[in-house]
């Protein structure tokens, strides 16, 4: 089990973020995505000119050809409560600074994006790819999955950068998230230990309202609700992973 | 009597089919949907047996289908779906300390459990602007020795700036090209699905990519270029190895 004090001897030499309300203002550059970077209901936008009439008879979505594009929001909170031994640093590269060939596997509970209920947990690695010492920061190359009970889980490949938010690729899902594809914003909350996720996700069923509570808005003292911390009946998602 | 059919089961991701399931009990339509299909021609029938008791065939062909209820044709299957090739170079040019090749096996030949993290510099097809990087982590296989040469299993990701990125996975072998699978993406790329051929040409410093992507939107001009024949003396402009700003794409990443 790893303490509070071997976990930050271990961590790259990078920042938690400032405090108070600077992580709420824009980020220079940090969304830089302008063409499709807020999906919205609306974009039932067509892929190749093609779209779906809204009948009673709908197309099975894993055979078309993803023109239907109702896209799906999922909020969720990554919380690494120290209790996992996560993250563990490899520092293969043998080199006093972060360099390419550490690697950074990791696990962290994930909770609703109401904070209500624990959901599972993210289990993946980290890549470490470069040390960006002008941005006090790294970036590395995550591929990792969302583990979430009964309801199955969540693919994701992408960059993660220490010191800004990114969109990471969502390359597959298993349960109800089966056939997913979409994007997911990863915001930093506290690094490493915060971190709010946006899914737009398509390709699936609706949702169910056990996930769809409203988001709490990040903010430095997010914490999830003592029952949801404890996994208290009631508190948790069916079969929460762990 | 309505019905309600659903073809969920039918396996929907193989070729050139597609799946048809009828939704809402309400549905006044009894009815019953075969469809056969001929792989070579891509053209299928939809069999409609409508409670008239008259069967309603039609057969298509090519991307669209003139199902009975839809009012506009849509593609048969993803298989259907026209691809865009995005052609890109890779290039290793021996400043990002990479790639770093981890002896995890502790064995002298290449073997399993070794692991290679990588990222090289990517440029566009012809070579005049510096699109971003690459950025992953080759899984070392097996060695092959009657190739004089190795299997990985490679994730990575290749970034290009403002536009977003390209999330591949798939075999990399150091002795002959492969194809390997894109899972995903972000920006404008994202939701694509589809492959990229992986062709060596000096390895491991210079690979040409041609990327075969559907489920995105038309790709902007800059990206679209006609591409360089790959050769073993191929190099970048001098501006986009500089990556001044007219030969780089918007934040090209780095």
Same mark, same amino acid.
Not at chain 1, 179 to 199: A, D, E, R, S
Not at chain 2, 23 to 43: A, H, M, R
Not at chain 2, 55 to 71: E, K, M
């Given at each position: 089990?790893?303490?509070?004090?071997?976990?930050?001897?271990?961590?790259?030499?990078?920042?938690?973020?400032?405090?108070?309300?600077?992580? @709420?203002?824009?980020?220079?550059?940090?969304?830089?995505?302008?063409?499709?970077?807020?999906?919205?209901? @609306?974009? #039932?936008?067509?892929?190749?000119?093609?779209?779906?009439?809204?009948?009673?008879?709908?197309?099975?979505?894993?055979?078309?050809?993803?023109?239907?594009?109702?896209?799906?929001?999922?909020? @969720?909170?990554? $919380?690494?409560?120290?209790?996992?031994?996560?993250?563990?640093?490899?520092? @293969?590269?043998?080199?006093?600074?972060?360099? #390419?060939?550490?690697?950074? &596997?990791?696990?962290?509970? $994930?909770?609703?994006?109401?904070?209500?209920?624990?959901?599972?947990?993210?289990?993946?690695?980290?890549?470490?790819?470069?040390?960006?010492?002008?941005?006090?920061?790294?970036?590395?190359?995550?591929?990792?999955?969302?583990?979430?009970?009964?309801?199955?889980?969540?693919?994701?490949?992408?960059?993660?950068?220490?010191?800004?938010?990114?969109?990471?690729?969502?390359?597959?899902?298993?349960?109800?998230?089966?056939?997913?594809?979409?994007?997911?914003?990863?915001?930093? $909350?506290?690094?490493?230990?915060?971190?709010?996720?946006?899914?737009? #996700?398509?390709?699936?069923?609706?949702?169910?309202?056990? #996930?769809?509570?409203?988001?709490?808005?990040?903010?430095?003292?997010?914490? &999830?609700?003592?029952?949801?911390?404890?996994?208290?009946?009631?508190?948790?998602?069916?079969?929460?992973?762990? | 009597?309505?019905?309600?059919?659903?073809?969920?089961?039918?396996?929907?991701?193989?070729?050139?089919?597609?799946?048809?399931?009828?939704?809402?009990?309400?549905?006044?339509?009894?009815?019953?949907?075969?469809?056969?299909?001929?792989?070579?021609?891509?053209?299928?029938?939809?069999?409609?047996?409508?409670?008239?008791?008259?069967?309603?065939?039609?057969?298509?062909?090519?991307? *669209?289908?003139?199902?009975?209820?839809?009012?506009?044709?849509?593609?048969?299957?993803?298989?259907?779906?026209?691809?865009?090739?995005?052609?890109?170079?890779?290039?290793?040019?021996?400043?990002?300390? *990479?790639?770093?090749?981890?002896?995890?096996?502790?064995?002298?030949?290449?073997?399993?459990?070794?692991?290679?993290?990588?990222?090289?510099?990517?440029?566009?097809?012809?070579?005049?602007?510096?699109?971003?990087?690459?950025?992953?982590?080759?899984?070392?296989?097996?060695?092959?020795?009657?190739?004089?040469?190795?299997?990985?299993?490679?994730?990575?990701?290749?970034?290009?700036?403002?536009?977003?990125?390209?999330?591949?996975?798939?075999?990399?072998?150091?002795?002959?090209?492969?194809?390997?699978?894109?899972?995903?993406?972000?920006?404008?790329?994202?939701?694509?699905?589809?492959?990229?051929?992986?062709?060596?040409?000096?390895?491991?410093?210079?690979?040409?990519?041609?990327?075969?992507?559907?489920?995105?939107?038309?790709?902007?001009?800059?990206?679209?270029?006609?591409?360089?024949?790959?050769?073993?003396?191929?190099?970048?402009?001098?501006?986009?190895?500089?990556?001044?700003?007219?030969?780089?794409? *918007?934040?090209?990443?780095?």
């Amino acid at each position: 089990m790893a303490t509070a004090s071997s976990i930050s001897a271990t961590l790259p030499a990078t920042k938690l973020r400032p405090t108070g309300a600077a992580f @709420l203002l824009p980020q220079k550059a940090a969304l830089p995505f302008r063409p499709s970077k807020q999906p919205s209901l @609306l974009s #039932l936008s067509t892929r190749n000119n093609k779209s779906i009439s809204k009948s009673s008879i709908s197309c099975c979505a894993a055979a078309d050809s993803r023109s239907s594009t109702k896209v799906q929001e999922l909020h @969720l909170y990554e $919380i690494n409560e120290r209790d996992r031994g996560s993250p563990a640093y490899l520092r @293969l590269s043998q080199k006093t600074v972060n360099s #390419l060939g550490d690697l950074v &596997p990791f696990s962290n509970k $994930i909770y609703t994006g109401d904070l209500k209920k624990r959901a599972g947990i993210t289990a993946g690695i980290c890549i470490l790819i470069k040390n960006e010492a002008e941005k006090k920061g790294d970036r590395y190359e995550a591929i990792y999955s969302v583990h979430l009970g009964d309801y199955g889980s969540i693919s994701v490949q992408g960059a993660y950068l220490t010191y800004e938010d990114t969109y990471l690729a969502v390359t597959g899902g298993s349960g109800i998230f089966e056939g997913v594809y979409g994007q997911v914003k990863l915001q930093q $909350i506290i690094f490493p230990f915060k971190i709010k996720y946006t899914f737009y #996700l398509k390709g699936i069923q609706d949702l169910p309202a056990e #996930l769809l509570g409203d988001p709490v808005p990040p903010s430095l003292q997010v914490e &999830p609700t003592p029952a949801a911390k404890a996994c208290e009946s009631g508190a948790t998602i069916p079969n929460y992973s762990n | 009597m309505a019905c309600t059919i659903s073809l969920n089961t039918i396996s929907c991701r193989a070729q050139s089919r597609s799946c048809l399931v009828l939704k809402g009990d309400k549905s006044k339509l009894p009815c019953l949907i075969s469809f056969s299909n001929s792989l070579q021609s891509k053209d299928f029938k939809i069999s409609i047996w409508s409670d008239q008791k008259l069967p309603t065939a039609r057969s298509t062909r090519g991307l *669209s289908t003139q199902a009975f209820f839809w009012n506009k044709p849509k593609p048969t299957s993803r298989q259907d779906e026209k691809a865009q090739e995005l052609f890109v170079y890779e290039i290793n040019e021996r400043d990002r300390a *990479s790639p770093a090749y981890l002896k995890l096996s502790q064995k002298e030949v290449h073997s399993l459990g070794d692991l290679v993290p990588f990222t090289n510099k990517l440029y566009s097809g012809d070579l005049q602007k510096r699109l971003g990087i690459t950025a992953g982590l080759c899984v070392l296989i097996q060695n092959v020795p009657e190739r004089k040469g190795d299997r990985f299993e490679a994730i990575y990701s290749f970034y290009f700036g403002d536009y977003g990125h390209i999330a591949v996975q798939g075999a990399y072998l150091t002795y002959e090209d492969t194809y390997l699978a894109v899972t995903g993406g972000s920006g404008i790329f994202e939701g694509v699905y589809g492959t990229v051929k992986l062709k060596q040409i000096v390895f491991p410093f210079k690979l040409f990519y041609t990327f075969y992507l559907k489920g995105i939107k038309d790709l902007p001009a800059e990206l679209v270029v006609k591409p360089v024949a790959p050769t073993p003396s191929v190099e970048p402009s001098a501006a986009a190895k500089a990556a001044e700003p007219q030969a780089a794409v *918007s934040n090209f990443t780095n």
